[in-house]
């Protein structure tokens, strides 16, 4: 059995001592790459246009939706019989209210096209001697008159025209509203998405800006996370850095995130962090994008491993 002395016990300790001070510096570095978060998605309300009453429900949680699909039908057979109401009316202020002028003043003008004739034959009686000049210009005073009747009946038959025409024009943009608010009432998806949660049922009642349904994109996900300044020196918008969702170990599954967000400002540490050391550190917010492959979650924790820091930013240091 070989006996170690403690001379032998302390050489051991001098040669080994520099590779375990580098070892525990590479711990610390290692620790210092890694950031934790929670993954978040661009989630979005959709909400109902218009009051009525959920005639159909089309969807459900955990559906995936493409944009323009069909979410709900809201009732719309008040709308219906209102839009059948101002059609009448329409068409009953087209029929009724506009008037030909031409048939309005054609007594008038018979009246004028005699006088005109009574002028012609009295110039020429005048002429010869036969009448005097006094009842040439009688007959020309009855002919203007006349005329002027003819152009007053005309401006107001054409008056009392364009009263209907606008009745029926302000129908019209009646007609316009009603048929937007029943396109409104069919409800489609603003985007591509998967539904989270539903707030209304089929047969319920709703009103505008009353949500129906929550969804998001779970195509990729955002892993939000909080930089120390030291740590913020390690990436830049646009880097790739590997991450990890926390399932407990053995189970963490890695992917490939793309840094999308870095906050320009600092903030104090999220109360969820409850170390005392850490509560007064200012810190960076800052995002990850990573594709989804269906194993994530929102509001599942995960890691992000930083970038190593580069010569330049060591002798910074």
Same mark, same amino acid.
């Given at each position: 059995m070989v006996r170690i002395g403690k001379r032998e016990v302390l050489v051991v300790l001098l040669l080994l001592g520099p590779f375990f001070l580098m070892l525990s510096s590479c711990q610390k570095k290692d620790s210092?790459?890694?950031?934790?978060? /929670?993954f978040e998605g661009e989630s979005i309300f959709v909400s109902s246009m218009v009051d009525g009453r959920v005639d159909c429900m089309k969807v459900q949680e955990g559906q995936i939706l493409h944009k323009g699909d069909t979410i709900a039908q809201i009732d719309t057979l008040m709308m219906t019989y209102q839009l059948d109401y101002i059609k009448t009316q329409q068409e009953t202020a087209? $029929?009724? =209210?506009?008037?030909?002028?031409?048939i309005q003043t054609e007594a008038l003008q018979v009246q004028i096209t005699a006088l005109e004739k009574e002028v012609q034959r009295i110039s020429r009686l005048v002429k010869e001697g036969v009448l005097p000049q006094s009842r040439l210009t009688q007959i020309t005073t009855q002919l203007e008159a006349a005329k002027a009747q003819k152009a007053a009946a005309i401006q107001q038959v054409q008056k009392k025209n364009s009263g209907s025409l606008g009745g029926s024009e302000s129908l019209d943009s009646q007609i316009a509203q009603v048929k937007e608010i029943m396109a409104r009432s069919t409800i489609v998806a603003p985007t591509d998405g998967t539904i989270l949660t539903t707030y209304v049922h089929e047969g319920e009642l709703t009103g505008a800006g009353?949500?129906?349904?929550?969804?998001?994109? @779970?195509? $990729?996900?955002? @892993?939000? *996370?909080y930089l120390s300044p030291e740590q913020l020196s390690r990436i830049k918008i646009g880097d790739k850095v590997k991450v990890y969702n926390d399932m407990g170990g053995k189970d963490d599954r890695a992917y490939e =995130? $793309? *840094? %999308?967000? /870095? %906050?320009e400002k600092a903030e104090f540490t999220p109360k969820n962090i409850q170390t005392s050391s850490m509560r007064s550190t200012l810190i960076y917010a800052a995002k990850v994008l990573v594709p989804n492959d269906g194993y994530l979650k929102i509001g599942q924790y995960?890691?992000? /491993?930083?970038?190593?820091?580069?010569?330049?930013?060591r002798e910074s240091k």
């Amino acid at each position: 059995m070989v006996r170690i002395g403690k001379r032998e016990v302390l050489v051991v300790l001098l040669l080994l001592g520099p590779f375990f001070l580098m070892l525990s510096s590479c711990q610390k570095k290692d620790s210092a790459a890694e950031v934790q978060g /929670i993954f978040e998605g661009e989630s979005i309300f959709v909400s109902s246009m218009v009051d009525g009453r959920v005639d159909c429900m089309k969807v459900q949680e955990g559906q995936i939706l493409h944009k323009g699909d069909t979410i709900a039908q809201i009732d719309t057979l008040m709308m219906t019989y209102q839009l059948d109401y101002i059609k009448t009316q329409q068409e009953t202020a087209q $029929t009724a =209210g506009v008037v030909s002028p031409s048939i309005q003043t054609e007594a008038l003008q018979v009246q004028i096209t005699a006088l005109e004739k009574e002028v012609q034959r009295i110039s020429r009686l005048v002429k010869e001697g036969v009448l005097p000049q006094s009842r040439l210009t009688q007959i020309t005073t009855q002919l203007e008159a006349a005329k002027a009747q003819k152009a007053a009946a005309i401006q107001q038959v054409q008056k009392k025209n364009s009263g209907s025409l606008g009745g029926s024009e302000s129908l019209d943009s009646q007609i316009a509203q009603v048929k937007e608010i029943m396109a409104r009432s069919t409800i489609v998806a603003p985007t591509d998405g998967t539904i989270l949660t539903t707030y209304v049922h089929e047969g319920e009642l709703t009103g505008a800006g009353r949500p129906l349904l929550k969804m998001a994109d @779970l195509s $990729t996900l955002q @892993l939000r *996370v909080y930089l120390s300044p030291e740590q913020l020196s390690r990436i830049k918008i646009g880097d790739k850095v590997k991450v990890y969702n926390d399932m407990g170990g053995k189970d963490d599954r890695a992917y490939e =995130g $793309t *840094v %999308s967000w /870095i %906050s320009e400002k600092a903030e104090f540490t999220p109360k969820n962090i409850q170390t005392s050391s850490m509560r007064s550190t200012l810190i960076y917010a800052a995002k990850v994008l990573v594709p989804n492959d269906g194993y994530l979650k929102i509001g599942q924790y995960g890691k992000a /491993i930083l970038p190593p820091l580069n010569d330049s930013q060591r002798e910074s240091k």
